[in-house]
T-cell receptor, first 112, second 113 residues
């Protein structure tokens, strides 16, 4: 069982919908991450938060909007996504940005 | 950015040791070598990391070449549950703003009973 919890596990949405992915950890970690993983490919970093502040945005399109309301929660707001955005979205956390990362099992997103 | 090269796949027999190689010939002096693995239908899982010296933990051992241009992850006794994609990653310090893990292609390890 993972200590990083992601909800929902599966999400199907249309291109005009607005939805949010949620990630939660209660390990006292102060760094949190979003990754995108396409089928049979390695994960790709999207965003890094450190102490609730966005520290890295890997040139992600604005239709993906991250939010870190507190040290335990990380959201990814989705709007006007494209079919090519269908992927597994992974959340991770670490004690600080210099420590190993703990991953959730991801949200599998399908865009119709 | 320094890159890693791993074999696409490897096979092992259950209860035998497994040596997973990784080449990183352009590694810089401050890059840590991290290994993660991803089991089917799960997120990646941290395995081990090191800088210069060999490292051991309850999951595996990491042997780092003296010139640091290659490393080997050693699973001492493979089990069926070790079947996964193993990623060798160079942790690139991103000033103090973040900790980037750039995943390469990884090695798919298959374990035969």
């Amino acid at each position: 069982d993972t200590e990083v919890t992601q909800t929902p596990k599966h999400l199907v949405m249309g291109m005009t919908n607005k939805k949010s992915l949620k990630c939660e950890q209660h390990m006292g970690h102060r760094a949190m991450y979003w990754y995108k993983q396409k089928a049979k490919k390695p994960p790709e970093l999207m965003f890094v938060y450190s102490y609730e502040k966005l520290s890295i945005n890997e040139s992600v399109p604005s239709r993906f909007s991250p939010e870190c309301p507190n040290s335990s929660l990380l959201n990814l707001h989705l709007h006007a996504l494209q079919p090519e955005d269908s992927a597994l979205y992974l959340c991770a956390s670490s004690l600080t940005v210099h420590q190993p990362q703990h991953f959730g099992d991801g949200t599998r997103l399908s865009i119709l | 950015d320094a890159k890693t090269t791993q074999p696409n796949s490897m096979e092992s027999n259950e209860e035998e040791p497994v040596h997973l190689p990784c080449n990183h010939s352009t590694i810089s002096g401050t890059d840590y070598i991290h290994w993660y693995r991803q089991l089917p239908s799960q997120g990646p899982e941290y395995v081990i990391h090191g800088l210069t010296s060999n490292v051991n933990n309850r999951m595996a051992s990491l042997a780092i070449a003296e010139d640091r241009k290659s490393s080997t992850l050693i699973l001492h006794r493979a089990t069926l549950r070790d079947a996964a994609v193993y990623y060798c990653i160079l942790r690139i310090p991103h000033n103090n703003a973040g900790n980037m893990l750039t995943f390469g292609g990884g090695t798919r390890l298959m374990v035969k009973p």
